[in-house]
């Protein structure tokens, strides 16, 4: 069994994560970490350098998530990191698809505003598209 959980940094996903390790450890399942990055280049910045930028982040992300896999290996956990480069919602659904995960984790909010009334796009557009179960942890 494989779970997937989207991770963003946000405190939302910090206690989507913390689901996940807990689901994943009582079912015996595999864990998949997944942060997407959205490129942005700014005007005025050339391309080489907005490629730079990308691969700082890119590196800084996984570094991030590399930790965690780490915190997490010591509880005996199965563990993969993964870090997208593209739209987050399209990123998970594909990488649901492609891995054929089980169920997909993440916050009903994310770095953009906890205190909105609806769902954040993100969790709303993979709840309605995902081709398996998703946990939205509140
Ligand atoms: N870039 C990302 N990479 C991985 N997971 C993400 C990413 N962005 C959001 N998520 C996941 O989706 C959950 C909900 O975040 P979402 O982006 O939908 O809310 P928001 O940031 O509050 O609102 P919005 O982005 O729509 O303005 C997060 O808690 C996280 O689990
Ligand atoms: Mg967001």
């Known amino acids: 069994m494989k779970v997937l959980v989207a991770y963003d940094g ?32 700014p005007i005025g910045i050339t391309e080489a350098d907005c490629a ?14 590399n930790n965690i896999k780490l915190d997490l290996e010591k509880k005996a956990l199965k563990v993969k990191t993964l870090v997208k480069k593209g739209n987050a919602a399209d990123e998970i659904l594909k990488l649901a698809e492609k891995e054929r995960i089980d169920m997909i984790v993440l916050g009903s909010h994310g770095r953009h505003g906890a ?19 998703v946990i939205i942890v509140k």
């Open 10 to 41: 946000s405190k939302p996903s910090k206690k989507a994560l913390d689901k996940a390790v807990e689901i994943s450890t009582k079912l015996g399942a595999e864990l998949m970490l997944l942060t997407v990055t959205e490129p942005v280049c």
């Open 52 to 65: 730079k930028m990308d691969e700082i982040l890119k590196k800084e992300t996984e570094d991030v998530l």
């Open 115 to 133: 205190k909105k009334f609806f769902l954040g796009s993100v969790s709303s557009r993979v709840s309605a598209h995902a081709p398996c179960s």
